[in-house]
């Protein structure tokens, strides 16, 4: 790998260097390194482009890493990986793409994860994205994460687009059954001319299944983001999610949400803000002797860590 | 030293002009405690606002150290040394406690350092530092946060409106031990609003501030008298609404 896929891995996934445990480090559409572990397995799919990762039931603190860069402008790709995790496993999964481009033409990645997580199982999964290089071409991502979560298993997904990506369409699925848990975190900040699309559909369909969606998110510029946030009570259940943004200069953001409860047991809550910077949090930040742009700086930083 | 030279300031509204402050003259030595009472909406909060530059005055000069700020920024003024605690302290999402006392105090200090100033305003430090300065915390415990910043900042002048408000009777007691600290130890300017006697008792002068203009002004232990027993000064702070009553110390 060149330097230029190095600082991008430190960025998505924050490694300087091969990290311990399973990876598979894919770099301008091909393996660039691979690892597997006697409980996790790595198998290149033979009909599509893409990873098939299994973890064996009862891995326990064990973790996985399969970023992706792209330092080749003009490179498109389309990449399935799909995770089959088994019962009682506690693992961590960290993907994450990150694209330079230094020329004139669009780069691509386009991503479909699916998760088939089993009984009783934790799964964490981070999922960072980036992009740099002063090339006119623009750096597309485009996301889907399909999420079966089998009984009681918790997962929680964290994902971070904060720099560098001009056009995303995100779309995060979910199915739980019996007494499952899913908990997604966002944080999303746009800028300049930027567009990002996100929208997250899950169904609560086992009994006593929860989730929590939390998107937090900066427009800046001339920047427009849209969230759509759709949860279907099917059973007794409980869902809740919240959009909360900060708005800034010419940029745009539309907060659709919509909650179908099937089942009279379906507790659904649904919250979303969206707003400047409180006047008052930049002079406070002032009195303290910050200049204006460093107090709106500060506080942004906050409201994405 | 901080001067204010013929200071008004004035708002529109739908009935026209208003004038919140009418023509003010005021020196505050350096390392002098200065109490401002009075009732409810005679100016004290504006004129707060004005020394820290929040506000900019329609007519008038502020100085500080005999340098003219009026037209300084909120930022440039911090940084020549002047502080305000809020009333209502600003809440923040995603901001710790311990990122707030380490921008007060303008550089990366130590965790232990940070936890040393809120120990003084009777915060169990590590029970804080790592919180974040939103709604989780109460109104009591933020007021408190905000006065630690104010100890962080260790500036020559430190504005306070109404630190008392909010807060139990046990903080009070360290509170006051905190502005005497303040004070005498680290020998700073302090103003402070308030309608607390106690407070009133432990400043060098009192400033009595009515319908924009200053009523009265005198060493405390002339002008707290008057104001208790209702004399002179007292009849302006019961022409304020119920929430300006003065609170002697067995309340």
Redesign the interface.
Known sequence: MDEIQKTLLEQIAGLHEVPSGAYNIRANGGMAARNTTANIDIVTKEDKSGIDIMIKPGTKHESVHIPVVLSQSGLKEMVYNDFYVGDDCDVVIVAGCGIHNGGDEASKHDGIHRFFVGKNSKVKYVEKHYGSGDGKGERMMNPTTEIELGENSYMELETVQIRGIDSTDRMTKGKLMKGAKLVINEKLMTHGNQYAKTAFEIDLDGEGSSTNVVS?SVAKDNSKQIFLAKINGNNKCAGHSEC?AIIMDNAKISAIREINANCVDAELIHEAAIGKI?G??I??????????EEAEA??V????? | MLELIDVSFEVEDISGTKEIIKHINLKIDDKKFVAITGPNGGGKSTLAKLIVGIEKPTSGKILFNGEDITDMSITQRAKMGISYAFQQPVRFKGIKVKDLVKLASGENISVSSACDFLSEVGLCARDYINRDVDSSLSGGELKRIEIATIIARNTELSVFDEPEAGIDLWSFKNLIKVFEKMHKENQKSIIIISHQERILNIADEIIVISGGNIETVGKSEEVLPMLLNGVDGASLLRRGTEGCKFHSEEE
């Not at chain 1, 002079?283 to 204006?292: Q, S």
């Not at chain 1, 930083?301 to 860590?305: D, I, K, S, T």
């Open positions: 937090r909360d409180a008052e949090q002079i406070k930040l002032m009195t303290l002797g910050l200049t204006e500060q506080i930083n906050g409201f994405l860590r």
